[in-house]
């Protein structure tokens, strides 16, 4: 005899709830926003019942408050708000919609929406978007001291010359200050002596300025091929 398959049971408020949109915002002075509408969907295989609640209940108006839905269908939800004033601009009320199996009365999941009043949809609009406008700004400034600030490091880091580049300059300063091949009447030895294309060498290697160096070096230089 075959065993007839069985679902297997759903634990209490961990069913997930699907509805569009989770957030209902009137305005006072738009009356075709003071009815707005709530989808629930049953993406499931049995079917849903479905209950909705609210913490201010006297200042909404709910449309079928409590239904069912068939699997893999949905059902629209109407809400009216019924008392709009100043004094209700900007309070946060909250609806909790509530669904559960047709052949058990315990809660398989749970969804709260917050409902919102405001006094103006132009309003609105313009404080997004001065907020928007902030929020770039503030956002360039950061970008651009973080640009300031790199290269900054950069320069810190890399504005001194580095040890091999002083090591080298010392060396080829040194090399000019040696008496050239010839010079008899030095005190320095004579392996020390350089000929002049070593210093011409050396001169270049700093990049001097001076071209007067540069030249009196060549100059000993064409005299040397000239002998």
């Known amino acids: 005899m075959q065993q007839q398959k069985r679902q297997p049971e759903l634990v209490e408020g961990n069913l997930p709830v699907f509805v569009f949109p989770t957030e209902l915002i009137f305005y006072a002075d738009d009356q075709s926003t003071h009815k707005q509408v709530l989808t629930l969907y049953n993406p499931y295989e049995f079917a849903l019942k479905f209950k909705v609640l609210c913490t201010t209940p ?3 108006a709910v449309v079928d408050a409590a239904g069912a839905v068939k699997p893999q269908c949905c059902v629209d939800i109407v809400i009216r708000h019924r ?7 900007g309070v946060i009320d909250k609806f909790r919609l509530q669904v559960s199996e047709q052949s058990q009365r315990k809660a398989l999941g749970r969804k709260e ?9 132009k309003e609105q609009q313009q404080k997004e978007e001065e907020e928007k406008r902030i929020k770039e700004h503030l956002t360039e400034s950061v970008f651009f001291e973080q640009t300031l600030c790199q290269p900054g490091k950069n320069r810190t880091a890399s504005s001194g010359p580095s040890l091999l580049t002083v ?3 010392i060396v080829c300063i040194a090399a000019l200050m040696l008496p050239t091949l010839g010079e008899m009447e030095s005190l320095v030895p004579l392996y020390l002596h350089l000929s002049v294309n070593q210093k011409l060498v050396a001169a270049y290697v700093l990049d001097l300025k001076n071209s007067h160096t540069k030249l009196i ?11």
């Open 58 to 60: 006297n200042k909404y």
């Open 83 to 89: 008392d709009v004033r100043a004094s209700h601009y």
């Open 113 to 121: 929406i917050i409902a919102t009043l405001l006094p103006s949809a």
């Open 167 to 169: 090591f080298l300059g």
């Open 217 to 227: 070096l060549l100059s000993h230089y064409l005299a040397e091929i000239r002998s």
